[in-house]
């Protein structure tokens, strides 16, 4: 069994960016779609970007702003987020797309104004 493990979460400023990481302890190369899911406080977690192949979706509220990118070589996926607003902020997952994985422990992503 796949395990993920997300980082690169932080605190920033409204307008900053920052590069989420998410490794998997297995192989990805043969999972086809990756993406990353956000949970808000007191919100239910939400799909925002998915990689499948060379191709890639986004959630329209982050369209634009964030980029999702994959090294099957390192088993991680990436996802830079440019532009933050205050609504971004929220527990960063990633998993398969939709979510079959065990859920990581996710990453924390605070944007202040």
């Known amino acids: 069994q796949v395990q993920l493990v997300e980082s690169g979460g932080g605190l920033v400023q409204a307008g900053g960016s920052l590069r989420l990481s998410c490794t998997a302890s297995g192989s990805i190369f043969s999972i086809n779609k990756m993406g990353w899911y956000r949970q808000a406080p007191g919100q239910q977690r939400e799909w925002v970007a998915f990689a499948f192949g060379s191709s890639s979706g986004y959630t329209d509220a982050v369209k634009g702003r964030f980029t999702i990118s994959r090294d099957n070589a390192k088993n991680t996926v990436y996802l830079q987020m440019n532009s933050l607003k205050p609504e971004d902020t929220g527990v960063y997952y990633c998993?398969?797309?939709?979510?079959?994985?065990?859920w990581g422990q996710g990453t924390q992503v605070t944007v202040s104004l």
């Open positions: 998993n398969t797309f939709p979510g079959r994985l065990a």
